[in-house]
Structures are given as structure tokens and as C-alpha cells.
């Protein structure tokens, strides 16, 4: 207490400070405003927050467009930042979120929830995502993480008549916050060795200006590092703190699980490349060893596990715990080269995974089994449309090209051979290769094998063909032409490192 | 004999052990949730003893925050365990196993 | 670079051994013998006159969970009201902010109706 009141303390928080976090503030207000609706308009009309929630995700890009070129700047006392790299994980979070929002409408429909509730907790956590992205202090950091969590336990358990829904909740609820305590203390043992939770400052610190030395040996740091380490890896699922994932993904609505799958992930990584390569880059080699071991460890168990699966949504988790493993093989080059391949898989990610859930959700909303991979077959009679791209996003995800995941897997590998690592790069390149079975006997399900002949038709709704179509296009497109894309996550990686001085 | 930052933070450190045992020992969920709480408010006091030691205000503002935050999460685990109660009739985590692979 | 470890093990070594031997020794020393008595579930107070195992209607805890959230929102108010003169009018403003964001969470509350006690 004495501490606070001896500070004087000169607060000028003005217009800037705000515009930083526009597209933040954007979505944050909606939320309100879908709550308000959700108790105030009658039942038959909430169609509308449908409508509200895209409006405001276009108005909150167009916010990102204005900022990108607006140049970075920091907001509240350096605790917030809008540089580059954080306006395009917002970007890849936004487009994510439309995504699942165009996905939700006839999942919506098809079940009796309040719409309102639904949407407000899908911004909620995608506020939380990207303050994430934006943080640049640890409290920050934690806020934001905690924000997107609470959202994501109540939607992962929203199907409260379905017991699978709500142990999904449940399980994701305990799991989550147990890892949230092991971060949050690993925060507070590096506040205590370097004396300050803004991440540039402890960048300095620990580079040897105004901090004791051998700062880099205090044991405070060593023990802080390993426990955040812990808390991330809970978080993007890598072995062995992946336990939770497939339950959670089973049992969450499928248009939160595709969702989920793609911006928790860019979130928390979008935090560890700012921590870790840049802040915490003087003590590379302390945690350059776990995070190997975890890396190796999450690409070779994720790929195994997912061979094992008849279940698309558990298959997809273990994919996704895999795909976790090659870009954490893209943080540990700790080069910008490595932090670019991060940012650009990303973006690859959002569109191919979130992609091969659409499938599952719109047989779904179709009344008819969706999650088991057997029940695919004649899909291809059925549904071509569904069919081929569902097959796009597989044959992405596989990294075959010349399809967007080929691209980002690519970058991942070369930036860790030019780092020296070349073992990683093997690893991550003969476990891909077992991933092409199992994306591809879904493919031979889905064509070659003939269904029953009267098998029910497969529709879907118009906004369910515009997220497909949006999805493929940028799958297809990220893969033939990315050299745009790359220079702008060339780009966000450069403001990093001006800001980190690095 | 004054203790030291050192005392606070053995103390803290052996809360922290307390609570990571109880989440992986009891199968109870609600004591699974005071475990947790145990290991968050375990944290704090390793906060406020640095914001002390180190006469930095930042540990004190964490406090406030993990506090808030600490608040919710008791309410979205207590409203999540309430929606079981309502289908199931007792409750222990090793049930939970609907699904499995 | 090792050395620098030693202090952690010792820290582990004495956090978890603390942890395990409090279990350990409750379990070994403490003595088990179970009375009627003992078993009772208020084993000096009052005998029971309805069976204490009783549920307790579900509103109850939705009240308690939104007085809890609404409850520790004031520790926001702490750190403001010592920096209440520093912080001028834009505090003031950003408190209302705060305020108006809580009304928005209680009137949801209220029309979805949480706070109907019948």
C-alpha cells in the first residue's frame, strides 16, 4: 500500500491510447450490445445478433486495415501494444471468427440456445485472444488468457442437455485452470528476478541494463521460465499436457471446437513468440531444452494418437496437437525467420483447419452423424462441393502442395535448419509423412468408397457455403501466390524486433 | 529474528506444492476447485512479497487482478458443476469419462 | 550454470517434502478408531433433526455466484479511490465506464430472470 500511495502518479491516458485497441474496443462493445438484445428483443427475431456479430468483426478488420498502416504504437503505459505482429494475429483471429460465426448460424438454428449469449462469449474470447496478441506486460498476458479461457469453458459446455457437451466444459474448466496457476506463478518468480512485468523491460533487463547480474543464472528465472513453459504447453496442447484435447473438441459444438482449434492456439503462441524469443532471448538456453523435448515429444505422439482415431473431431484434435509440434519447431529456431514461419502458419492454419470441422458441423446441422469417419462414404455422390474441399483442406493440412500448409510447413523447416537444427527438421519431416495417412484415408472414405443408395442429401445454408468457399479460397490461395502474405508477417516480425531492440 | 523475502517465499512455494497435490490426489470436484484457489492465492502472497522486497507497485496491481479473475473463475466452475448436478446425480471427476480414445 | 539449480531442488525437495509428509504423517500417526459418536456428521453439536444431506434449491447458488462476482468487482475501487485526486475528471469518467459495463452485466441478470426468488 505504501508503495501505491508514495508513487505520484501523472495519468494522461488520451484518443491514441484507445485507437490502439480499437478493434479490442470494437468487439468489446458488441458483446454489451448483444447481451442487452439477448434480454430485450423478443425470442423470434434474434436472427439479429447473428447479423450484429459479423458487422462488427467486419467493422473491427477494417479497424486492423487502418491500423497495420497506421504504424505501431504503444497504449496504456507501454502495457499494450499495437505493433504489426500484434494487428496480424488480430487479423488471422478476426477472419477466424467470422469463420465460426458464418458456421454457427444453422447450428444455431438447429438447436433452441439464446443466440445473444452464444455470440457474446465467442467476441468475449476473441477479445481475450487478442489482447494476447497485443499484450506486452505479463499481467496483461494473463488477463487476456484468463478472458478467452472463461469464455471458451462456459461455450465448449453450452449444449447443456448433452452430457458430452457439458463434461467438455467441465473438463476443459479444471484442466485449464490448473495450468493457468503454474503460468501465473512462473510470472511472478520472473517479476521477482528481473523486478518488472513489462515484457520489454525485462528484455533489458535480462540483456544486462539495470538488473543485477548473472540475472540470467538467478535460480527465481530458471524455475519462472519451467513453469511457464508448463502453462503454455497446457494451453497449445502439447505433450504431454494434451490430455484434455480431444475430449474437449468431441464434446464442444463443433463450430467452437474449429474455432477454438485454430485461435487459442495463435493466441498463445503469439504470446510465446513475444516472451520467449524476444523478451526471455537472453536466457535461450534455459528453456531451449524443454521446449526441444516438448516439441519432439508433441510431434511424434500427436501423430501417433491420430492414426489410432475413427472419430473426425478426435482426429482433428490429435492433427492439431501435431501441427502445435511444427510450430514450436518454428519458435525454437529463435530467429526472425522462425518468429515469421510462426506468424504465416497462422494464417494458413485458420483456413485449413477451421475448414476440415466445417464438414462435421454442416452434416451436423443436417441431422445426421458427423463426427464418424465411416459415415462419410459417398460423400463425393452426395455433396462434390463438400467433398472437394473438405479434400483441399485435408491435402493442406497433410502439407501437400501446392496448398497453403505446404507453404507454412516449409518456412517452419527452413528456418530451424538454418538455426542448426536439422534433427528437429527430420523429426518434424518423417512425422509428417505419417500424417498423410491419416488425412488421406479420410479422402478415400469420402470418393472412392460408394455409399447407401438412398442416402439423404447433404445441404447447406447459404452463409455455411460462403465460409466454405472463403475457407478454400484461402487454402488454395495462400499456397499458389503467398509471397504477399509473407512479407507481411516479414513485416510484423520486423516491428518485434524494433521494439525489442533485437 | 525478521523474516526475510526468503520465509515468505518457502511459505508461498510449499502452498503451491499443497494445492498441485490436492488437484492431482482428490477427486472431489469442488475440493479439486479449492486446490486451485490454494495454489492461485499461493501465488499472490509470492506476488506481494516481490512487490515488497522490491518497493515495485506491479506485484500489488497483479494482486488485484488474479483476485478479479480468481472470482470469475469460482463462478463459470461453480455455474459449469450446477448444469452437471442438474443431469447426473453425484459427481466425481473419474466419472467423467463419456468419452474416451 | 548447474550450480544454479542446486537452490531449486533444495526448494522442491523441502516444497514437496513438507507436502507428502504432512499426508504421510497424518495417515501413520494420527489414530483410527471410529465411534458411533464420531461418525455423526456434527459429531459435538446438535443431533440432527431433518438429514443434514439435504439438497438445496439450485436458485440459492445462482444468487451466491452473482454476489460473488458483483462482490469482488469493488477491489477495483480500491487502487482508484487512494489515486482519486491524480487521476482527475478522465478517472472519474473511465470509473462510470466501469460502472455502466457492471449495469450492462446486472441488468442481463435481471431480465434473464437470475434474481427472481420465487
Known amino acids: ?502 | 529474528m525478521t523474516p526475510s523475502a526468503d520465509h515468505f517465499l518457502v511459505v508461498s512455494a510449499i502452498l503451491f506444492t499443497l494445492g498441485t497435490v490436492g488437484v492431482l490426489t482428490r477427486r472431489d470436484p469442488l475440493v479439486v476447485f479449492m486446490s486451485i484457489e490454494l495454489m492461485l492465492n499461493s501465488v499472490n502472497l509470492t506476488f506481494v512479497t516481490f512487490s515488497h522486497y522490491l518497493s515495485s507497485p506491479d506485484g500489488q496491481i497483479f494482486v488485484f487482478i488474479i483476485m478479479t479473475v480468481a472470482a470469475a473463475e469460482v463462478v463459470v466452475g461453480l455455474a459449469l458443476i450446477v448444469s452437471i448436478f442438474q443431469t447426473r446425480q453425484r459427481i466425481d471427476v473419474d466419472e467423467l469419462d463419456e468419452m474416451r480414445g | 550454470m548447474i550450480q544454479a539449480y542446486v537452490p531449486l531442488l533444495i526448494l522442491a525437495l523441502v516444497a514437496g517434502g513438507f507436502a507428502a509428509s504432512n499426508i504421510l504423517i497424518t495417515f501413520v500417526v494420527g489414530p483410527y478408531r471410529p465411534t458411533r459418536e464420531k461418525l455423526s456428521p456434527y459429531e459435538s453439536g446438535m443431533t440432527e433433526i431433518v438429514p443434514p444431506r439435504q439438497r438445496f434449491p439450485i436458485k440459492f447458488y445462482v444468487i451466491a455466484m452473482l454476489f460473488l462476482l458483483f462482490d469482488i468487482e469493488a477491489v477495483s475501487f480500491y487502487p482508484w479511490s487512494i489515486l482519486l485526486r491524480s487521476l482527475h475528471f478522465a478517472g472519474f469518467i473511465e470509473m462510470l465506464i466501469f460502472v455502466a459495463i457492471l449495469l450492462v452485466g446486472f441488468i442481463y441478470v435481471w431480465k434473464k430472470g437470475a434474481l427472481d426468488w420465487e
Open chain 1, 1 to 502: 500500500m505504501s508503495v501505491l500511495a508514495a508513487a505520484t502518479i501523472h495519468v494522461r491516458v488520451g484518443a491514441s491510447d484507445w485507437g490502439a485497441v480499437g478493434p479490442e474496443l470494437i468487439l468489446g462493445a458488441t458483446v454489451l450490445v448483444l447481451l442487452l438484445v439477448d434480454a430485450f428483443v423478443p425470442r423470434r427475431v434474434r436472427e439479429v445478433s447473428t447479423w450484429i456479430s459479423l458487422i462488427a468483426l467486419v467493422a473491427a478488420f477494417l479497424d486492423v486495415y487502418f491500423l497495420w498502416s497506421h504504424g505501431d504504437s504503444n497504449a496504456l503505459y507501454g502495457q499494450i501494444t499495437s505493433d504489426k505482429f500484434a494487428i496480424f494475429f488480430d487479423g488471422v483471429i478476426i477472419v477466424s471468427a467470422v469463420l465460426a460465426v458464418l458456421l454457427s448460424e444453422s447450428y444455431i438454428v438447429s438447436s433452441s440456445f439464446d443466440p445473444g449469449e452464444y455470440y457474446a462469449l465467442l467476441l468475449a474470447s476473441a477479445v481475450g485472444m487478442m489482447l494476447m496478441a497485443a499484450g506486452n506486460s505479463l499481467m496483461i498476458l494473463f488477463l487476456a488468457l484468463e478472458l478467452l479461457s472463461l469464455s471458451l469453458y462456459i461455450l465448449a459446455g453450452f449444449e447443456r442437455s448433452s452430457p458430452r457437451s457439458q463434461e467438455s466444459g467441465f473438463k476443459y474448466f479444471l484442466l485449464s485452470s490448473f495450468a493457468s496457476a503454474f503460468l501465473i506463478y512462473g510470472m511472478a518468480l520472473i517479476y521477482g528476478a528481473t523486478g518488472s512485468t513489462q515484457l520489454v523491460a525485462i528484455g533489458h533487463c535480462l540483456h544486462g541494463s539495470g538488473c543485477p547480474a548473472n540475472v540470467t543464472e538467478n535460480p527465481l528465472l530458471l524455475v519462472g521460465i519451467g513453469l511457464m513453459v508448463v502453462g503454455f504447453a497446457f494451453k497449445i496442447s502439447a505433450v504431454p499436457f494434451h490430455m484434455w484435447t480431444p475430449d474437449v473438441y468431441e464434446g464442444a459444438p463443433t463450430p467452437i471446437t474449429a474455432f477454438m482449434s485454430v485461435t487459442t492456439k495463435a493466441a498463445v503462441f503469439a504470446a510465446f513468440v513475444r516472451v520467449f524469443n524476444f523478451s526471455l532471448n537472453a536466457a535461450h538456453s534455459h528453456w531451449f531444452p524443454l521446449l526441444w523435448g516438448v516439441a519432439v515429444a508433441t510431434m511424434i505422439f500427436g501423430n501417433l494418437f491420430a492414426l489410432a482415431q475413427s472419430n473426425m473431431k478426435r482426429m482433428l484434435a490429435y492433427s492439431g496437437v501435431a501441427h502445435g509440434g511444427y510450430i514450436l519447431v518454428a519458435l525454437l529456431a529463435n530467429s526472425p525467420a522462425g518468429a515469421t514461419a510462426v506468424v504465416f502458419y497462422f494464417l494458413a492454419y485458420a483456413f485449413m483447419n477451421i475448414g476440415a470441422f466445417m464438414l462435421v458441423s454442416i452434416l451436423e446441422s443436417n441431422g445426421q452423424v458427423g463426427d464418424d469417419i465411416s459415415s462419410y462414404r459417398g460423400l463425393w455422390q452426395r455433396n462434390p462441393f463438400l467433398a472437394g474441399c473438405t479434400t483441399v483442406f485435408l491435402f493442406s493440412l497433410a502439407g501437400i502442395p501446392p496448398f497453403a500448409g505446404f507453404f507454412a510447413k516449409y518456412l517452419a523447416l527452413a528456418a530451424i535448419v538454418q538455426a542448426g537444427h536439422t534433427e528437429l527438421a527430420i523429426i518434424a519431416v518423417l512425422t509428417s509423412l505419417i500424417s498423410v495417412y491419416y488425412y488421406l484415408r479420410v479422402v478415400v472414405v469420402m470418393v472412392l468408397q460408394p455409399g447407401e443408395v438412398q442416402a439423404q442429401e447433404t445441404r447447406m445454408s447459404g452463409m455455411a457455403e460462403m465460409a466454405v468457399t472463403a475457407s478454400v479460397a484461402g487454402t488454395i490461395g495462400l499456397g499458389i501466390i503467398p509471397t504477399g502474405f509473407y512479407n507481411l508477417a516479414t513485416q510484423s516480425v520486423d516491428a518485434l524486433r524494433t521494439a525489442f531492440g533485437i
